[in-house]
């Protein structure tokens, strides 16, 4: 982080968006009054990678239904990255974002990115797809656009002149800044790896947090994507929720609920570890954020925040001094505690077993519904799998489950995910 205050794309004042707000009509009237956000958190900025870009490190999510009057409380209350794309809430949340901007009129002061969610593997119908988000966003440019989603199985596209000519025509075209993607799958070291290798990717947005940060694989990657100085933002930073009173079978090591899980409370509550942090008024949720910027290589953090209280506490956290070496102890009990508890994405163990359906997809899709409580997206996604990837039925669970080194009850996660997505 550069430390840095708010002078760049972050830049503007409450005063000047309420000022501006008042000009756009009435908007600023969407800002409740008395809003706990009624000061602009000043966050820092940070220079995000070779787009030399200097941005907030705290960046708002919208793959939920969000409404017009949360982004403009968000605006008012400092978040000038924001982070879409053409699938979130069917181009809705698209529509939402370029409402407010437009009518702030405060499309220059936020750093936008979305992304091509379909079709990503014909790179003729990539303009097709940017112009209906610009449409949709009502702008005539983002500033970073990217690959939504990049799954191993499509890690040769990284590499294909087409995909690479088709991102490079749309930066000459002055429609993006730069070219990016983002990644939550199994293989992400190795996408991580590859974006960094390719030459034309600039950013890219991982899920990355307390939970999976300790990997000799993906430090190995992160340490390449720095080298090629790409833009490194995290999401996902909360990693799987936790809350005491849950079940989870945990080996007898915690107690806590595995995405779900069997009802089995026992041993001490992994929300413990935290207490220490709790009792210097952190929220698990906040510290979750800083451990994130305690890495030294990821740049900023994208939040998904459904809620004017998480989006006072994520600014909060954003912009609050740096976890102390006790602290970043504290977490990583935790971490350790609840390892048994949540999907490491690592389906190279357990997806062969299984007979090849996707794992730590479905999981992910789960956490989505029970964790995150979009069922909607959730069973669109388990939906879009082929019907082999999701063929559950046909899968040996108890194989899959035997070959889980983190001991997740993967049989009885997998029977709930086809039972509540199918
Ligand atoms: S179920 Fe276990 S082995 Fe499979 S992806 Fe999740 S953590 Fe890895």
Redesign the pocket.
Known sequence: MDGTRNDGIGGGSRREFLKTAAVAGGAAALVPAGSALADTTELPTVTLGKTGQKVPALGMGTSWAVQPSFVQAALAAGVRYIDTSENYEGGRAEETLGVVLERTKMRKEVYLVTKNGRNKKNPAAYEERLNGSLKRLRTDYVDCYYLHGLEGREIALLKDPEVKASFERLKKSGKIRFCGLSCHD?MLPEIVTAAAECGWIDQIMIAYNFQTMDGDAIRRALDAAAKANLGLVAMKSQGTPQGPGGGGRGRGRGRGRASGGAEAPQGPNPLDKLKGLMEKGFKKEQAAIQAIFHDGRMQAVVSEMTNRDQLRDNLAAAARPKLSLRDQQLLEEYRQATAHLY?????H???PAAGGIA??DI?RFLRYDEAYGKRTRARELFQALSPEARDIARADLAA?EA????G?P?ADLLRRAESRLG
């Open positions: 199994g999907c490491h994405g690592c389906d163990h357990c997806g794992v730590a999981l899959a070959a889980c080194p983190h997740l993967v």
